[in-house]
Each structure stands twice: as structure tokens, then as C-alpha cells.
């Protein structure tokens, strides 16, 4: 069974900057689209950052010039540096894989438990 594992979450004061990393264990085949997405108290969850297998990274509008998306392909991995952050980025961010599943290229979509991001001072 495929799982997501977030990592890196935390506390940051505002200026400040955390690296999110997301692994998907046990995916033979890969995976095709990697993102990032978050939840703030009373919000809807929106995509933060998303990047396809050989594609352009994509950013909510909010984050651009702040959060860059990477991925290491080898390894299953992808990451989410925030610089610069904000408390307007306090939320609890999932990451997001479309994990291959056959030879074909399906995919099936899987979530990561969620990491809390505060900033606060």
C-alpha cells in the first residue's frame, strides 16, 4: 500500500523559512504529479504548488517568488521550500502524489496526513 509521509512542518517567526519534503513509499512505478496543498481554520483547502514529471511548476499567486517546488524523482520525493513566509501561510499543508500504477501511466491520487504550519511571532 502506497503512503504519502510529510515531514517538516513547525513553528517560524514571519521572514522566516521551512522546507517541506513529501515521500511516497512502496511506489514501484513512480510518480506522476507532485504538489502541495493547504488548509487554513475556516478556509478551503487550496493547491500551494503542484509540478507534473517533466512539466513547469505551477503557484497559487500568493506564494509566487516565495515557495519554490523540487522534486528528486529517484527518490520518490518532493519538497516545498517557503521563504519569506507570512502568517497569512499558517496552515496545515498536505502533500499530494498521482501515483502510477501500471504500465500504462494510470494513476490514483494520494494524500499525506498533513503538517501544521505556524507563523507566528
Known amino acids: 500500500q502506497v503512503q504519502l509521509v510529510e515531514s517538516g512542518g513547525g513553528l517560524v517567526q514571519p521572514g522566516g523559512s521551512l522546507r517541506l519534503s513529501c515521500v511516497a513509499s512502496?511506489?514501484?512505478?513512480?510518480?506522476?504529479?507532485m504538489g502541495w496543498y493547504r488548509q487554513a481554520p475556516g478556509k478551503e483547502r487550496e493547491m500551494v504548488a503542484v509540478?507534473?514529471?517533466?512539466?513547469?511548476?505551477r503557484y497559487v499567486d500568493s506564494v509566487k517568488g516565495r515557495f519554490t517546488i523540487s522534486r528528486d524523482n529517484a527518490k520518490n520525493t518532493w519538497y516545498l521550500q517557503m521563504n519569506n513566509l507570512k502568517p497569512d501561510d499558517t496552515a496545515v499543508y498536505y502533500c499530494?502524489?498521482?501515483?502510477?500504477?501500471?504500465?500504462?501511466?494510470?494513476?490514483?491520487?494520494?494524500w499525506g496526513q498533513g503538517t501544521l504550519v505556524t507563523v507566528s511571532s
Open positions: 499530494y502524489g498521482r501515483v502510477v500504477v501500471n504500465v500504462e501511466g494510470a494513476g490514483i491520487d494520494y
Open positions: 512502496r511506489s514501484r512505478l513512480g510518480v506522476n504529479t
Open positions: 509540478i507534473a514529471s517533466g512539466g513547469t511548476p
